[in-house]
């Protein structure tokens, strides 16, 4: 019996630390953890619920792939192209994505947490539910991107621009850092979390709507021309 076991868990061990396929094509359920796969052209690649955990995609073409309920945890996505994914529900925590292009990207209730997006572009990205919390997000673009429902709790938007951004309903800024973060034109009446003092940081314009009990500051600290 005690044979027995020892057996089982041994297969069970030899199973856990069986190796990422790095060589394997693209495919769904692909594992590549951890895996180089730096300045490849992959795009339009059929990657729904792969193992991309810590995948060093650098410089890559993921332009039009399929990364739907992906797991690309720590994934690093420096300069890489996502622009028109499809990657409603994946884990994009932790990654390292300066100047990552996500533009057109429909990433519906993914997961952003903890990331580092600096300079991202989100333009007309679709991230409807999805989660940025903690997520270092200074000068990204979101202008056009719909962002329903979008938590941005205790997030870095320095610098960020949302104007011309799209939603209904709730997005949450709960503790989120506003400073010189683009606002101009939006209806944020519904946001949830909006502070007095995350105003006065920002940068809105008389086409700004704002929470009941929040006051536009007399003077945006943007000058329309600012960069």
């Given at each position: 019996?005690?044979?027995?076991?020892?057996?089982?868990?041994?297969?069970?061990?030899?199973?856990?630390?069986?190796?990422?396929?790095?060589?394997?094509?693209?495919?769904?359920?692909?594992?590549?953890?951890?895996?180089?796969?730096?300045?490849l052209?992959?795009?339009?690649?059929?990657?729904?619920?792969?193992?991309?955990?810590?995948?060093?995609?650098?410089?890559?073409?993921?332009?039009?792939?399929?990364?739907?309920?992906?797991?690309?945890?720590?994934?690093?996505?420096?300069?890489?192209?996502?622009?028109?994914?499809k990657?409603?529900?994946?884990?994009?925590?932790r990654?390292?994505?300066?100047?990552?292009?996500?533009?057109?990207?429909?990433?519906?209730?993914?997961?952003?947490?903890?990331?580092?997006?600096q300079?991202?572009?989100?333009?007309?990205?679709?991230?409807?539910?999805?989660?940025?919390?903690?997520?270092?997000?200074?000068?990204a673009?979101?202008?056009?991107?719909?962002?329903?429902?979008?938590?941005?709790?205790?997030?870095?938007?320095?610098r960020?621009?949302?104007?011309?951004?799209?939603?209904?309903?709730?997005?949450?800024?709960?503790?989120?850092?506003?400073?010189?973060?683009?606002?101009?034109?939006?209806?944020?009446?519904?946001?949830?979390?909006?502070?007095?003092?995350?105003?006065?940081l920002?940068?809105?314009?008389?086409?700004?709507?704002?929470?009941?009990?929040?006051?536009?500051?007399?003077?945006?600290?943007?000058?329309?021309?600012?960069?």
């Amino acid at each position: 019996m005690v044979a027995c076991l020892f057996a089982v868990a041994a297969s069970g061990l030899a199973h856990t630390a069986e190796a990422a396929d790095c060589k394997s094509l693209p495919g769904p359920g692909a594992d590549w953890r951890e895996c180089n796969k730096r300045q490849l052209m992959l795009g339009g690649s059929d990657l729904k619920g792969s193992n991309l955990v810590d995948t060093d995609f650098a410089s890559t073409d993921l332009s039009g792939a399929d990364l739907t309920a992906a797991n690309l945890e720590k994934a690093t996505l420096v300069r890489a192209s996502l622009a028109g994914a499809k990657a409603g529900k994946a884990n994009f925590s932790r990654v390292e994505a300066y100047r990552g292009d996500f533009s057109g990207i429909s990433a519906e209730s993914a997961l952003f947490v903890s990331s580092e997006l600096q300079r991202a572009d989100f333009t007309g990205a679709r991230l409807t539910g999805a989660d940025f919390e903690k997520a270092e997000l200074g000068r990204a673009n979101f202008h056009k991107a719909v962002l329903t429902g979008t938590r941005f709790s205790v997030a870095n938007l320095s610098r960020a621009d949302l104007s011309g951004a799209i939603f209904e309903g709730p997005i949450d800024f709960d503790r989120a850092f506003l400073f010189l973060t683009r606002m101009e034109g939006l209806d944020l009446s519904a946001a949830k979390g909006l502070t007095q003092d995350q105003i006065d940081l920002a940068c809105g314009d008389a086409a700004t709507k704002l929470p009941a009990g929040i006051t536009a500051p007399t003077k945006w600290p943007c000058p329309p021309d600012d960069d």
